[in-house]
């Protein structure tokens, strides 16, 4: 603290206080370093003045940040340039940070435009490696439109993602870059990212609902991804929340809305969609967040958060389209809907064959049969009452699972990689339910083991129709699902009856690890779930 006041300020405007004396409600003389009410306070330091919104401490910090990174590109002159800070995307781009070609003078000034072209440019690239695994990693926008808004200074604000959306997505595009000197700052962009996120829906957006849950999706995956599960359940449970709150799941319903379920909250209430295609993405969200719901319950074994099987977690909405078929042709004004998952679970066949669509058939069955295993493997906890009940589930799930097995479309040689990663997840998911269907009551069973082999097959050769050596990344929910299929060859290695059983299921079994092990690179949780199949199979050939 200074002992004396080396400046006199002149006296000052409405507002003009120091941040200390604004806090305080004390009258403050603007003196400089610090005022004359501060001065009698021995534990405050020097003032600041919230001159244009920023203190001084704001730019003080500014320009050692900006000397810093000067200075190590100086000391470094061939690697990139770190990135301290995220700026606001939905911001004018006449904004220092933002503006791509300044006419001002000064060093400071053309330092701080070079920064802010430099960070758009590193934020821009990171984004763009992030978008080829937009699909696997659950985004429902279109990951294109949003990229050419974030970089261009022309574009419509309205269409640029909010500053959740695209801290979340340069996470992740820093979670994929093989740039070491991006991936020493992940820590930062994650911590970035989760703080955005958590202010979301405080943002001046028109889309600030739909980008925040996508935000949480995104960071629900990279925590998943990191094996930081509790974490990724906290943030997918938000866009749950958000789905239920905006009433996603009522899209279209063709019943009257009860008004206790409605919440009064204004910042998750969605304005009418302007467009088919705007409602479009709207329910694309809604079974997005539902599917990886339904997956990640099951992996947790207990009911999915969104309870669809109640009244006030009902699903009306209609199943999804592929995201450019909504017109209003294929999605007329007129068309209403009401139980959509409840028809589906009565085993109701429908017309609903999207690729988003045939993978939240597949996580529902997933979950669904997860918790019937769940509640029925046990033999000693089931009643002869409950027994009776289990069968006619088994059997209704069976039939669900299997006539969903022969409507999902074959993956073709001539379709494009996505569609290809997609039919495969969905592929596996099935074969896996199934797979844990009938472990239900006879993994030990040898009239189940065909079934078992027959499964795996089709995973295989579902397999075999993916270029794996172009396929960088998968669903992430892979590393779980791969390990009920592991588990049951493990089974089969230490009971077989026969050496032609044991080597089929081995062939099997180092199949998967050897999928896992090629994607467990930086996945967390992959190698976690690897280990733990490893570890055993190791102690099953032991004996």
Aim: proline share 6%.
């Amino acid at each position: 603290m200074y002992s004396k006041r080396i400046s006199q300020a002149p006296p000052i405007g409405r507002g003009g206080a120091c941040n200390n004396c604004k806090r305080r409600k004390m009258r403050c003389d603007g003196m400089r370093p610090i005022c004359g009410s501060c001065s009698k306070v021995a534990s405050l330091g020097d003032c600041e003045y919230g001159e244009g919104g920023r203190t001084y401490a704001d730019r003080l910090q500014e320009q050692i940040t900006a000397l810093e990174t000067r200075l190590e590109e100086l000391q470094n002159p061939n690697s990139t340039p770190k990135v301290l800070a995220l700026h606001d995307p939905y911001a004018p781009r006449s904004s220092h940070m933002n503006r791509p070609a300044s006419r001002a003078s000064g060093s400071s000034q053309r330092m701080s435009t070079s920064e802010g072209r430099t960070q758009l440019a590193q934020e821009q690239a990171l984004m763009e490696a992030f978008r080829p695994h937009a699909l696997q990693l659950g985004f429902f926008l279109d990951a294109g439109k949003i990229i050419y808004a974030f970089s261009s200074p022309d574009s419509d604000p309205r269409q640029r993602p909010t500053s959740a959306l695209s801290a979340a997505m340069v996470l992740l595009g820093a979670y994929f870059s093989q740039n070491p000197n991006i991936l020493i700052l992940k820590d930062m962009y994650l911590s970035k990212a989760v703080q955005a996120a958590s202010l979301g829906l405080s943002e001046s957006h028109p889309q600030k609902i739909l980008h925040t849950l996508q935000a949480n999706v995104l960071i629900a995956h990279y925590f998943f991804l990191q094996g930081r599960n509790l974490e990724g359940r906290w943030h997918l449970n938000n866009a749950v929340s958000l789905i239920l709150s905006a009433r996603m799941h009522r899209i279209r319903s063709s019943q009257v809305q009860d008004t206790q379920f409605i919440t009064a909250c204004s910042t998750t209430t969605l304005p009418p969609a302007r467009t088919v295609a705007e409602e479009g993405e709207r329910m694309n969200a809604m079974w997005t967040v539902l599917a990886l719901n339904c997956l990640w319950s099951a992996v947790e074994g207990i009911p999915a958060f969104i309870a669809y099987a109640t009244e006030h977690g009902r699903v009306d909405t209609p199943w999804p389209l592929d995201p450019n078929s909504y017109t209003d042709t294929t999605f007329p004004p007129h068309l209403r809907n009401s139980h959509t998952l409840q028809k589906f679970l009565a085993d109701i066949p429908d017309e609903a064959h999207s690729l988003l669509a045939l993978y939240v058939k597949a996580t529902v069955l997933f979950e669904q049969t997860t918790m019937f295993w769940k509640r029925y493997s046990n033999p000693t906890s089931r009643t002869p009452f409950e027994m009776q009940g289990s069968h006619s589930t088994f059997q209704n799930l069976l039939s669900i699972i299997t006539r969903l097995l022969a409507e999902v479309p074959p993956i073709e040689s001539g379709a494009s990689a996505d569609t290809k990663k997609r039919l495969f997840v969905i592929h596996t998911i099935l074969r896996a339910t199934m797979i844990r269907l009938y472990c239900t009551f006879g993994r030990d069973d040898s009239s189940c083991r065909p079934i078992f082999l027959d499964m795996a097959e089709g995973m295989m050769k579902c397999l075999a129709m993916v270029d794996m050596e172009s396929t960088a990344f998968f669903d992430p929910i892979m590393a779980v699902v791969w390990g009920g299929p592991a588990s049951v060859f493990i089974q089969s290695i230490q009971t077989a009856n026969n050496a032609n059983e044991t080597q089929n299921s081995i062939r099997l079994l180092n199949q998967i690890m050897e999928m896992m092990a090629r994607y467990s690179a930086n996945n967390v949780l992959m190698q976690t779930q690897l280990a733990e199949i490893q570890a055993k199979y190791a102690a099953a050939t032991r004996r």
